[in-house]
């Protein structure tokens, strides 16, 4: 039985400068073809039969799914950069999951939700959780990704469903998503409490608060 093909989404940086890596490198970034593991705590073990998908906050219609019902959501391959805030970027990785954009369609956000809050399951600190404007979700190319290079992810890159929002540091994409609440007024999440910036564009170099 062959799948069938998925649509392919680039993002943007993918072609800044005409695709050269240089030019595709944010300032003070450098290049890794590895994919380091970075996080605080543990890594959790999440069986996809038990992994569940929170929407609510401040939306019309709060949502719960499973691996399942997101796999049956359109899914795409994202082909995107990563970029840490602790200066390590990979280029050319692809990501197969559904655009957080549609479960926010299904959801309806209230018009004054302004901003989103991703929670992810990581024992001791089940309470992980990390801050972006809702207006950065509402793009074609920011994931709930399963699985990278056709593989589905390790359980330390967020087995077995990741956040991946490529057009900011790669700390706004939660690993063990379990949650994602609408919120009004701006959340810091962990590393953001811990003095990252609460935004996190990589071409602007907004890695702190200050
Ligand atoms: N749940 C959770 N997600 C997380 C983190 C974390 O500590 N906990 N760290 C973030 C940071 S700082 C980065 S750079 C990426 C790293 O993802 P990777 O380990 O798959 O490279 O995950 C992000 N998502
Ligand atoms: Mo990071």
Redesign the pocket.
């Known amino acids: 039985m062959s799948s069938p093909a998925r649509p392919v989404v680039v993002s943007p940086d993918v072609r800044r400068g005409g695709g050269a890596p240089a030019s595709r490198t944010p300032p003070g970034q450098v290049l890794t073809r590895k994919?380091?593991?970075?996080?605080?705590?543990e890594v959790p073990s999440i069986h996809p039969a038990h992994w569940r998908l929170v929407v609510d906050g401040l939306v019309e219609h709060p949502l719960e799914l499973g691996f399942e019902d997101l796999h049956r959501l359109p899914q795409v391959d994202l082909h995107c950069d990563?970029h840490?805030?602790?200066r390590w970027s990979r280029l050319d990785c692809t990501f197969t999951g559904v655009p957080i954009v549609r479960l926010l369609e299904m959801a309806r956000p209230r018009p004054e939700a302004r901003f989103v809050i991703q929670h992810?399951?990581?024992a001791p600190h089940d309470g992980?959780t990390?801050n972006l404007p809702l207006a950065d979700l509402l793009v074609e190319d920011a994931l709930l990704a399963w699985a990278e290079a056709g593989a589905p992810l390790a359980p330390?890159?967020?087995a077995p469903v990741?956040a991946v929002v490529p057009r900011l540091?790669?700390?706004?994409?939660?690993?063990?998503?379990r949650r994602l609440e609408l919120v009004a007024d701006d959340r810091p999440g962990?590393?953001e409490r811990n003095g990252y910036h609460l935004r996190g564009d990589p071409w602007r170099e907004e890695r702190y608060a200050w």
């Open positions: 994919w380091p593991v970075l996080h605080h705590g990563i840490c805030v602790t992810a399951s990581s992980w990390t330390e890159h967020g990741r540091y790669f700390w706004k994409g939660a690993k063990w998503i962990f590393w």
